[in-house]
T-cell receptor, first 114, second 114 residues
Framework: GESVGLHLPTLSVQEGDNSIINCAYS??????FIWYKQESGKGPQFIID?????DKRQGQRVTVLLNKTVKHLSLQIAATQPGDSAVYFC?????????????FGKGTHLIIQP | EADIYQTPRYLVIGTGKKITLECSQT?????MYWYQQDPGMELHLIHY???????EKGDLSSESTVSRIRTEHFPLTLESARPSHTSQYLC?????????????FGPGTRLTVT
């Protein structure tokens, strides 16, 4: 079936720097994307979402960019803090799917260096 | 923080035992989901429900079963646990006709079958 994947399993950045986490998706019919953050021992936590009719969406310290031409999604975290250390997953939803079509990528482990 | 709860958080059990993983949410959400996640890996949908008396199998085949007798409760049962069932099980819920398809996750149950 269709899948959503991330380019890097691990990303290490210096505290205070900006982080960019990438995701490639394969289902061009997907119409909704979500970034989740999962800390050790916890369930995934919603960070930000974007619909397919948008290219960019900003939240507090986070920005999601969607490039439908190359089916690429990215999460930018500004001024990375120690609390940002976690595994980040992108998730894709195709509203025509059986269970809302929520498909997760493999995850990128963000490590913050002091 | 999402009002969705899972018990137990950790469970170590012997092969052949019957187990039930509990999930409850107090948000009045109609849609509920069960995902299976191996350490550091992506989430895979194993069951979902659109409401009371509705249950469906997800993308990943699972020997577990679910029931939805009450809106707030979505337990998962393994009739005879095996070592291959060792994994983390995450429960989630979302609104049926909300503007957002965001799924709220519980903290997960880490199951080990010896």
């Amino acid at each position: 079936g269709e899948s959503v994947g991330l380019h890097l399993p691990t990303l290490s950045v210096q505290e205070g720097d900006n982080s960019i986490i990438n995701c490639a998706y394969s289902n061009s019919a997907s119409d909704y994307f979500i970034w989740y953050k999962q800390e050790s021992g916890k369930g995934p936590q919603f960070i930000i979402d974007i619909r397919s009719n948008m290219d960019k969406r900003q939240g507090q310290r986070v920005t999601v960019l969607l490039n439908k031409t190359v089916k690429h999604l990215s999460l930018q975290i500004a001024a990375t803090q120690p609390g940002d250390s976690a595994v980040y997953f992108c998730a894709e939803i195709y509203s025509g799917g059986g269970a809302d079509g929520l498909t997760f990528g493999k995850g990128t482990h963000l490590i913050i260096q002091p | 923080e999402a009002d969705i709860y899972q018990t137990p958080r950790y469970l170590v059990i012997g092969t052949g035992k019957k187990i039930t993983l509990e999930c409850s949410q107090t948000m009045g959400h109609d849609k509920m989901y069960w995902y299976q996640q191996d350490p550091g890996m992506e989430l895979h949908l194993i069951h979902y429900s659109y409401g009371v008396n509705s249950t469906e199998k997800g993308d990943l085949s699972s020997e577990s079963t679910v029931s939805r007798i009450r809106t707030e409760h979505f337990p998962l049962t393994l009739e005879s646990a095996r070592p291959s069932h060792t994994s983390q099980y995450l429960c989630a819920s979302s609104e049926l006709n909300g503007e957002k398809d965001e799924q709220y996750f519980g903290p997960g149950t880490r199951l080990t079958v010896t």
